[in-house]
Nanobody
C-alpha cells in the first residue's frame, strides 16, 4: 500500500491550499481516509477524516469551518481544502487509511509540509 501526499507549500496567513493524497496498492472499498498533522515539537494530531461514501466527514475543532475534506473513490484520492490558514496550521500533514473493521489508521503516507507565514 502506498499513500502519496502532495500540495503542501508556503502560504501567507489567510490564504488557501489544497492537499491531495493518492492511494494505491489494494482495493480501498469501505476504507476511511484521514488527514493528520504534526507541528514541530508537538505530537501528531487528527485533522479530518471521511468515510467511504463521503457522506460523513469528521473534523478537529481547530479546523472546523475552515477545512473541507473530500474524496474521489474512482481515483482512490482524498483531498483537504484548507482555507483561512493560520500560522498555527503550520505542520507536516499526513494522510492515512483505516480499514472497514479497523479501529485505527494503519497505512500512512510520507507527509507534505505546510508553512503558514504571518
Amino acid at each position: 500500500v502506498q499513500l502519496q501526499a502532495s500540495g503542501g507549500g508556503l502560504v501567507q496567513a489567510g490564504g488557501s491550499l489544497r492537499l491531495s493524497c493518492a492511494a494505491s496498492g489494494r482495493n480501498f472499498n469501505g476504507y476511511r481516509m484521514g488527514w493528520f498533522r504534526q507541528a514541530p515539537g508537538k505530537a501528531r494530531e487528527f485533522v479530518a477524516a471521511i468515510t467511504w461514501s463521503g457522506v460523513t466527514p469528521y473534523y478537529a475543532d481547530s479546523v472546523k469551518g475552515r477545512f473541507t475534506i473530500s474524496r474521489d473513490n474512482a481515483k482512490n484520492t482524498v483531498y483537504l481544502l484548507m482555507n483561512s490558514l493560520k500560522p498555527e496550521d503550520t505542520a507536516v500533514y499526513y494522510c492515512a487509511t483505516r480499514g472497514p473493521s479497523a479501529t485505527y489508521y494503519d497505512n500512512w503516507g510520507q507527509g507534505t509540509l505546510v508553512t503558514v507565514s504571518s
